[in-house]
């Protein structure tokens, strides 16, 4: 079977090697469709992943099963999460594997058959289309979709998205669905077009220097709710500058190193609450799924579709910072 493989410095090669076997309490599934992540974007240009790929978001065909698994069989339609709990401690029980002591990370889902945990497979219905089960299970609906749910303890109507790659673009389409305001900010003209498509209230080119200015021109002096969805020093300080005495700021892009910020200045002066919103809860796919039922047009957010094979033009286009989400898949 075919696997990308992440030589480092923005190199990938597709491998050959024998299937891998699943061990107790594991699957091996066969890939219909798996997608590109920002966060998989450091490692590519890096250092690289010996042997492998870091891909955590698919969905395909169970066709194998490890020792003890019953909860699935052979020939069944999942998406997976890239977070899998011990299924037995308080939270696992509850869903939020993310929370779990010992949660483990499955990756080398760009491959043509990959093994996971079985606790990390939810079953796809036959109305949901490949390309939605892997944003349903994945980050694109995960990370905005529980970020809203955290969100919804305040008042928001107008609310910033800084940072438009396929997780601020997931929340223009979030967010404007639950009727907020919202305004998209990213310096790729690609992707400012795209969140006006995906209906964004306002668009602002940060390119200019003058996001935080915009923002609070558009909001009679500071937006009620930023959420920080690219990870670095400035954009983290962009936010607590745009938004409102009394706001609230959501913390998404994963950043690589510490950031500065004035407690006195930056929190207590002004009453703000800063949180952060890993993933997605196991329990939360339900949800998901009743959404995107109800209509919630998350499907447009994939922009480009490539095989397997493609998987390295798949990748340079995606770091070019101009795409939505990115699908490796043979289907349509
Ligand atoms: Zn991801
Ligand atoms: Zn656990």
């Known amino acids: 079977m075919k696997r990308l493989c992440f030589r480092g ?26 997608a590109l992540c920002g966060s998989e974007l450091h490692g590519y240009v ?31 339609r999942v998406g997976v999460s890239a977070i899998a709990g011990c299924g037995k401690c308080k939270y696992c029980q509850r869903g939020q594997y993310t929370w779990c002591s010992t949660w483990a990370f499955f990756g080398n889902m760009h491959s043509e058959t990959y093994v996971t945990s079985a606790l990390a497979c ?40 800084i940072g438009l790659g396929p997780i601020g673009l997931g929340h223009i389409i979030m967010q404007s669905y ?3 305001k919202v305004i998209g900010v990213d310096i790729a003209p690609e992707r400012l077009a795209l969140a006006k498509t995906y209906g964004a209230w306002r668009t602002i080119d940060a390119s200019k220097g003058t996001a935080v200015e915009e923002i609070k021109a558009l909001t009679d002096g ?68 009743a959404l995107y039922r109800k209509g919630l047009p998350i499907a447009k957010l994939v922009t480009h579709r490539l095989p397997l094979r493609e998987g390295a033009e798949a990748f340079r286009l995606f770091a070019s910072g101009k795409t939505g989400k990115v699908l490796l898949t043979e289907s349509s």
């Open 9 to 34: 410095h923005s190199q990938i090669d597709v491998i050959d090697m024998p299937a891998p076997v699943p061990l107790p309490g594991q699957v091996a599934i066969d890939t219909v469709a798996s």
């Open 46 to 76: 890096g250092a690289g992943f010996d042997g492998g790929n870091f891909g955590h978001e698919s969905a395909g065909v169970v066709s194998a099963l490890g020792e003890g698994v019953t909860s699935l069989k052979v020939g069944d």
């Open 122 to 161: 939810h079953k796809l219905p036959d109305d949901v289309p490949w390309d939605v089960g892997v944003l349903i299970t994945g980050d694109a609906l995960g990370v905005p979709y529980h970020t809203s749910k955290m969100l919804a303890k305040y008042d928001v109507e107008t609310i910033a998205v």
């Open 178 to 180: 639950l009727g907020k």
């Open 222 to 289: 500071g937006v009620d709710a930023c959420i920080e969805a690219v990870g670095k020093p400035q954009t983290t300080k962009q936010c607590f500058a745009a938004v409102k005495k009394g706001g609230v700021i959501a913390f998404n892009g994963e950043h690589q190193g510490p950031v500065e910020l004035n407690v006195s200045d930056d929190f207590i002066r002004r009453d703000i609450t800063a949180f952060g919103a890993w993933f997605y809860h196991f329990s939360e796919f339900q949800d998901m799924l």
